[in-house]
């Protein structure tokens, strides 16, 4: 799985859009890219994922680079609650597809 | 949340005791991981299941193995553990159809 590059912390506004910017340069043809989100000391959350088009659900967006070299998860109006270590990960999405995760970005949402 | 449930949640031991975590899932999904997480760290892989029987070794795999005798168990053992082993172990189940992974609550464990 190709490895990722991620900022270790960044602050956002409470209302304001978050963008966690991720790299992973050396990704493959058939690798996803997947984001998590850790809360305190709670086990990982799936947040969304996506091969090469933009994807958008009830919690976030998710916009891929055209090369795919590189991605962007937006949360369009940050919370406290979303205060949390965030987590992009490549993988292939076959076998077991077994992840690596870093050690990601920590979001601090400020009042 | 996947139905899945670590057991025990918490646990202090002894340098060089046994040590069994459980991970229960409930929804029959094939693939079962293990994880731990050490302070100001993220998540390395133990060892992980596509299977009955079937598992492999992760990135952390030493001093570890595991079992897996039916589906909705996934047995992670420290034959005797250590105090670097001290860490919050996660499970996690990965959903086939839609690849994300799903975790456990985890299980903090205090080798003395």
């Known amino acids: 799985d190709a490895k990722t590059t991620q900022p270790p912390s960044m602050d956002c506004a409470e209302g304001r859009a978050a963008n966690l910017p991720c790299n992973h340069s050396?990704?493959?043809?058939?690798?996803?890219v997947y984001w998590y989100r850790q809360i305190h000391s709670q086990g990982p959350q799936y947040i969304i994922h996506g091969l090469k088009n933009n994807e958008t659900n009830e919690m976030a967006s998710l916009i891929i680079t055209e090369d795919r070299k590189s991605s962007t998860l937006i949360l369009p109006h940050a919370t406290l609650r979303d205060t949390a270590v965030y987590y992009c990960i490549v993988r292939v999405d076959t076998n077991a597809g077994k992840s690596t995760f870093g050690d990601g970005t920590t979001l601090t949402v400020k009042p | 949340d996947a139905g899945i449930t670590q057991s025990p949640r918490h646990k202090v031991t002894e340098t060089g005791t046994p040590v069994t975590l459980r991970c229960h899932q409930t929804e029959n999904h094939r693939y079962m991981y293990w994880y731990r997480q050490d302070p100001g760290h993220g998540l390395r892989l133990i060892h992980y299941?596509?299977?009955?029987?079937?598992?492999d070794k992760g990135e952390v795999s030493d001093g570890y193995s595991v079992s897996r005798s039916k589906t909705e168990d996934f047995l992670l053992t420290l034959e005797s553990a250590t105090s670097s082993q001290t860490s919050v172990y996660f499970c996690a189940i990965r959903r086939e159809l839609t690849g994300e992974l799903f975790f456990g609550e985890g299980s903090r464990l205090t080798v003395l």
């Open positions: 299941s596509y299977g009955v029987k079937d598992t």
């Open positions: 050396t990704i493959s043809g058939n690798e996803y």
